[in-house]
């Protein structure tokens, strides 16, 4: 028997050993919907993430500040896979989150273009609908 505890105090059980998404869902299905990822025992982890012992799990959304820094960090590496799958011989550098947003650089041997930059946001949004782990 697995024993979950919420920030509130409220302790779940689960027969086996639960993902995230798992307890989320035991809480709501609004919370599973909205699930990005979890605190366990303090220690950052993805949705998908198998609690195996006891432990103190907080579920993270874009509501909290750790989410909105998920979604820019995820962002950039869409990004990143989005450029690298329309130019192949893009080198990635670097894709950090900063405060209002994030930002990568790429080596290429030319600028993007506007019509680029449309095509790599839809890629994006392609790859988004896929719902493959990036």
């Given at each position: 028997m697995i024993k979950i505890t919420l920030p509130d105090g409220t302790k779940l059980q689960f027969e086996e050993a639960p993902t995230v998404m798992q307890v989320a869902a035991k809480i709501g299905a609004g919370l599973a919907?909205?699930?990005?990822?979890?605190?366990?025992?303090?220690?950052?982890?993805?949705?998908?993430f198998i609690i195996e012992q006891?432990?103190?799990?907080?579920?993270?959304?874009?509501?909290?500040?750790?989410g909105l820094d998920i979604i820019r960090h995820s962002s950039a590496h869409l990004l990143a896979h989005a450029v690298k799958q329309l130019f192949p011989t893009a080198q990635?550098?670097?894709?950090?989150t900063i405060e209002n947003g994030f930002y990568y650089d790429f080596a290429f041997e030319r600028s993007f273009t506007p019509e680029d930059?449309?095509?790599?946001?839809?890629?994006?949004?392609?790859?988004?609908?896929?719902?493959?782990?990036?």
């Open positions: 919907k909205a699930t990005l990822a979890a605190s366990v025992d303090d220690t950052p982890v993805n949705s998908d006891d432990a103190a799990v907080k579920i993270i959304t874009a509501k909290d500040p750790a990635v550098a670097i894709g950090p930059l449309e095509k790599i946001s839809a890629r994006m949004q392609e790859l988004v609908k896929k719902d493959i782990p990036i």
